[in-house]
């Protein structure tokens, strides 16, 4: 298999310290200073090396939504406010706007991390972030060619995070409002607005296509401080935060300058960092998971003060698999019987695997449903996931903090995007 777009390991030693043994992880390059170097060893400003696996592009950083065209032979990356066009036969990249001035920018209001083709392999969809937007572009012409607005019928300020297609509608969720809608895709007509939970961030659909899974990762849905207006916030907003998080005050709301502050609720409300299955053939929400290990829960004789942040779902025939970012794991939830079915430990090292910070964030699943791929943010690899034992059975080599990660229509491929790729590079110069 090859892969494209794409760590390194930490090197470790041994200190002995008052008759106790410890395992001191350092960086290898902490005494190096920050480089790109594409045919060798970068250094990224944190001390790691990368070097990535495979076949390389080098495109705008953060692309944080990645598509195919459905015959394999093109791709879209979206990055804040840019797009960039892929043509996978000959590994040649298209940056919209590109810095010669002479394609204009189509995103320039706004972008997030939704993007999906069409069937003619030409047209995507692209989420258009805080101005509420889907835009409709040509990837032969490089132009936008249409737009449809979520705002309207009593919502305002969406904002279009993940999205997809299905059949003759798009599915796409409104970070802001906490809904998924649904469009018809010849009509731009919204047919249906259905509640989901707080700020809804990834979207997947099962291969029958009869649910959709939302994942939510926001923790609180934040109320108005009473008397602040747009005109007199320099004076009527809060001198100091009103409670400390997950007390008996922020659930219930107190009193505080006067003023009754509204309280936010439990951080273990359904609501919150939770995954949501929709029917599609009734638009009704059936069932609401709570994946991951939860806010006042022990692990490793540490408690959870910050949720599992499930964040992508990928959807196989039996289960639906979801990344829990902050938990370093996957959830599984075998959606027919509504349950949840297990859980995945990316354990990758036994030096590490008491530790936090993998990130585990973009998914594809083998067709065959014996393979997970998991691109992990914060450890610069995608690991490779043997379903039927649960384990992860490698680790790729990627650029610095790998985002998505997606299989070609034959499966012959892999393609990843990075965050940051080969990393800064020096910022400065010696003096002369």
């Given at each position: ?37 594409p ?96 835009l ?11 737009s ?23 599915l ?94 439990s ?23 709570k ?32 990344s ?6 996957i ?77 070609s ?24």
């Amino acid at each position: 298999m090859k892969y494209l777009f794409l760590l390194s390991l930490l090197s470790f030693f041994q200190l002995t310290f008052a008759q106790r043994t410890y395992t001191t992880l350092q960086v290898p390059g902490r005494a190096e200073f920050s480089k790109i170097d594409p045919a060798g060893k970068s250094v990224l400003p944190s001390g790691r090396y990368v070097t990535p696996a495979g076949k390389t592009i080098r495109i705008t950083n953060d692309p944080f939504g990645l598509a195919l065209s459905p015959n394999g032979q093109r791709a879209v990356s979206l990055h804040d406010g840019v797009l960039t066009v892929l043509n996978l036969s000959d590994l040649q990249s298209t940056r919209i706007p590109d810095y010669a001035g002479k394609i204009p920018a189509v995103l320039k209001d706004g972008s997030f991390l939704g993007v999906a083709f069409a069937p003619d392999n030409r047209t995507v969809y692209l989420s258009n972030g805080d101005k509420g937007r889907v835009l409709v572009f040509d990837t032969e012409q490089l132009r936008t060619t249409d737009s449809i607005n979520l705002n309207g019928n009593g919502y305002t300020d969406s904002f279009t995070s993940d999205l997809l297609l299905n059949g003759n509608e798009l599915l796409v969720l409104d970070r802001a409002n906490f809904r998924m809608v649904r469009i018809d895709v010849a009509t731009k007509r919204i047919t249906a607005s259905i509640p989901t939970g707080r700020q809804p961030f990834g979207l997947a659909i099962s291969p029958d296509k009869k649910l959709a899974f939302v994942a939510n990762v926001g923790l609180y849905a934040y109320p108005k401080v009473p008397g602040v207006t747009k005109t007199n916030k320099d004076t009527m907003a809060l001198k100091f935060p009103p409670y400390a998080a997950h007390t008996k005050e922020s659930a219930e709301g107190v009193e505080v300058e006067g003023r009754r502050i509204p309280g936010l609720g439990s951080p273990l409300a359904d609501e919150a960092m939770s995954v949501w299955t929709i029917d599609l053939t009734t638009s009704k929400v059936v069932k609401r998971f709570k994946t991951g290990v939860q806010i006042g829960e022990m692990i490793e004789e540490a408690e959870v003060v910050g949720g599992a942040s499930p964040n992508s779902v990928v959807v196989g025939s039996k289960y639906a698999y979801v990344s829990n970012a902050t938990n370093d794991n996957i959830s599984l939830i075998d959606y027919r019987n509504r349950k949840l079915a297990g859980t995945i430990s990316l354990k990758v090292d036994p030096k590490l695997d008491h530790y936090r910070g993998l990130m585990p964030f973009g998914l594809s699943l083998s067709k065959d449903e014996k393979t997970l791929y998991v691109a992990l943010l914060a450890f610069n690899a995608v690991a490779v996931v043997d379903i039927a034992t649960r384990k992860v059975r490698g680790l790729i080599p990627t650029g610095w903090g790998p985002t998505r990660v997606v299989l070609s229509p034959d499966e012959k491929t892999l393609y990843i995007t990075s965050a940051r790729g080969y990393g800064a590079g020096p910022n400065g110069v010696l003096p002369s």
